[in-house]
């Protein structure tokens, strides 16, 4: 599965270009070098060093015994990317042999920014850590190994240290953003299949109640139809449809009026059989009357029984009197299919309806179906067996992944669509708090169950230059450099690399559009800043 589409570049993006020029061309702008002004300024070391919680970027003079060196040290919050605004740091300085001494400097000369000076008392190297006090306690940070050289003219023979060359991108403009950076490292990605989809009602839980013939729409004696919102049971009778007159109506009522004389047909032919039993246990009647008197009795019988059936089929179909009673205004129950709420009211009590159309509409939103297309291609990866891993994510909302067994697979599309190379994939999942809305799109991620311990970034360090994917590494704390990547498999977040990345590099995840607009600007940022 290749990664997802990296971001694409946007033409929005100038004005930030324009300002962020701005930036690096005025008030903000600084040499590395500080005090840069003199012709015999030393030459400097910059270094940078990430921590959990902090990137330091460090630029100081190669110091010589008894001089001060300055340093200028910026200090980042590495999950905010904002400077440190207020509070102090020390540099902790550790000769190869001896005594170590600290400096502290008590706050920063303005945001993210410390210029502090460091007088060396002897020559040799010294192991400089940074101590960043916070709310979790004391980060020190590991600056390396500082030469301090015993005068001038052994600096003068030292070799000069090398920058790093690259697009600059000052702190003052990364702070702006701001800008973060994400490591490359191993970890351990199951694919997803990420895909447009959309929330569709379970067609076995919505209900359009059309009436069967047209009438009169009456409501439930005391209830009112039901309104919006309402919740209702199967078997419910929701309203009642007045007919007109008509031969089955007719036919309806009569049924009921022929079971009703039927009955005493029954009843009086009863009666006669037990008195012709009676009088021919007296000898007082024939046996040939007994058994006429039995005959009419079991006839009468079963044409009450028949004329019952005939009355059950109407009520079968839900036609009845409106009172109650034999003769009563005939009349139709309408009855609620399913268990679910009213989702929507298209007629009121009194009004005439038709078979054209439904007069209530039910919905059981407690399970819906996602529908997501996915490409052809990729439909042999969804295993029917496996209960799928799905991820959600509405417009401008953060990803949600469902619990396991909150879905299931019901259906993958037999057919794919010849302009889209795309078939459907349902699946139903629980929506017990109603948060997915029938007829809502949605992005769909689909765990595919094949997992590897890969070298990887975050997706959202991608960028597409028309067509070619690349990715902005930081290789000091104001330089970085545009690296062309091949991607592989991605789990949304992360994505695969195959070439163009190292373990442990870093690469820009959010500001990169800014780093990127640096790199094309043709106002050039001077490469460093005097503080």
């Excluded at 190869?96 to 060396?120: K, M, N, Q």
């Excluded at 190994?145 to 000069?160: C, F, G, I, K, M």
């Excluded at 991607?487 to 977040?493: A, E, M, Q, S, V």
Aim: hydrophobic fraction near 40%; glycine fraction near 8%.
């Amino acid at each position: 599965m290749p990664a997802p589409s990296p971001r694409p570049f946007h033409a929005r993006w100038i004005g930030l270009l324009l300002f962020l020029s701005a930036v690096s061309s005025g008030c903000h702008t600084h040499d590395h070098a500080p005090d840069a002004a003199a012709d015999d300024e030393h030459p400097s070391v910059a270094v940078t060093v990430w921590s959990l919680r902090h990137e330091v970027f460090a630029e100081y003079e190669l110091p010589v015994v008894g001089e001060p060196s300055h340093f200028a040290t910026h200090v980042s919050d590495v999950s905010s990317g904002l400077p440190r605004r207020a509070g102090p740091v020390s540099y902790r300085l550790q000769p190869t042999s001896g005594a170590p001494f600290t400096v502290v400097d008590e706050a920063p000369a303005r945001d993210g920014i410390y210029l502090t000076e460091v007088t060396y008392p002897r020559a040799g190297d010294w192991q400089l850590t940074l101590e960043v006090p916070g709310p979790d306690g004391v980060d020190a940070i590991d600056l390396g190994t500082v030469q301090v050289h015993a005068s001038e003219a052994d600096l003068a023979e030292a070799p000069v240290p090398e920058h790093v060359e690259g697009i600059s991108f000052l702190k003052e403009q990364q702070w702006l953003l701001p800008t973060l950076t994400g490591t490359v490292s191993r970890r351990s990605l199951e694919e997803q299949l990420t895909s447009p989809g959309r929330i569709r009602p379970d067609p076995g839980r919505v209900a359009d109640l059309v009436p069967p013939l047209a009438g009169r729409l009456e409501a439930v004696a005391g209830r009112g139809l039901p309104a919006l919102g309402d919740s209702v049971t199967a078997g419910d009778v929701l309203a009642w449809v007045q007919p007109p007159l008509s031969e089955a109506l007719v036919g309806a009522v009569s049924a009921r009026a022929e079971v009703a004389r039927l009955e005493v047909d029954v009843a009086r032919t009863r009666a006669a059989l037990e008195r012709v039993r009676s009088l021919h246990e007296q000898e007082a009647r024939s046996a040939r009357e007994l058994e006429e008197a039995d005959f009419a009795h079991r006839a009468a019988v079963a044409a009450r029984d028949g004329a019952h059936g005939a009355l059950a089929a109407y009520e079968a179909a839900g036609i009845s009197s409106a009172d109650g009673e034999a003769g009563g205004p005939p009349r139709f129950a309408i009855r609620a299919p399913i268990d679910g709420v009213v989702d929507e009211v298209l007629a009121v009590a009194g009004q005439s309806v038709s078979t054209d159309g439904p007069i209530l509409r039910i919905v059981d939103a407690a399970t819906v179906h996602v529908e997501v297309q996915v490409r052809a291609e990729d439909l042999g990866l969804l295993d029917p067996a496996r209960p799928p891993r799905l991820t959600l994510t509405l417009a401008r909302t953060t990803p949600v992944e469902l619990p396991p067994g909150e879905a299931r697979l019901v259906h993958i599309g037999l057919h794919v669509d010849e302009r889209t190379g795309r078939a459907p994939v349902v699946f139903a999942m629980s929506n017990a708090d109603l948060r997915w809305r029938p007829g809502t799109a949605v992005e769909v991620s689909i765990g595919t169950g094949r997992a590897d311990a890969a070298l990887s970034i975050p997706a959202s360090a991608l960028i597409d230059e028309e067509g070619v994917t690349v990715v902005f590494v930081q290789v000091g704390g104001e330089t970085f450099e545009r690296r062309v990547v091949r991607t592989g498999l991605t789990d949304g977040r992360n994505v695969e690399v195959l070439s163009g990345l190292t373990d442990g590099e870093r690469v820009v995840t959010d500001g990169a559009y800014a780093v990127r607009l640096a790199s094309v600007s043709t106002t050039e940022a001077a490469h460093g800043h005097a503080h």
